[in-house]
């Protein structure tokens, strides 16, 4: 049985170097909330925010800090990482694992390149870089916690060796 911990997402203004706004609060089991903290970004009420940093207060307390994606750092993948979380609204009632594949010039959906059943499985493959599947391996380009449907969205990229 999971320990359940209070968390906190809020947007965090580095301009301002201070917290502009609280998000959302909400109590998470200890497999989610890791989880959550390893994604790169989360959606909250249809809008994408990149992680800024995360702490704890007396281990009780989580807040993961915020802000607006942008996706600068990501070269030419940064503009294609928010269009394919519009294109579906399906939702689950735990979380789930969803896997975006590079086609050259967008993510698409595809085949799964793992089948983690809970959270706890889902934190342990986004801590892998690369994931062998059938005999090709793929890279982890970016992850994503859509809270709004209970996906974690894998976004891959087919790494071939030459």
Sequence with gaps: MSI????????WSNAEERVVRDL????VGSDDLF?????NATVL???LFEHSSHESEEGRLHTIYVKPFEGRELEKYGP????P????????PAPE????HWDGRRFRRGEPVAAPEDPLEIARLLLDHYVVANGRTHETIYSVFDA????????MKEDIVR
Excluded: G, W
Aim: charged letters at 35%; glycine letters at 0%; aromatic letters at 10%.
């Design 45 to 47: 009420r249809n809008r």
């Design 97 to 100: 694992a969803e896997f975006l």
């Design 148 to 155: 709004d449907r209970n996906k974690v969205v894998f976004y």
């Design 85 to 92: 979380l519009s294109e579906h609204c399906d939702t689950e």
């Design 35 to 39: 989880m959550r903290k390893l994604v």
């Design 4 to 11: 359940v911990r209070m968390l906190r997402y809020c947007e």
């Design 80 to 83: 294609q990482i928010e269009p």
């Design 24 to 27: 959302l609060e909400l109590p």
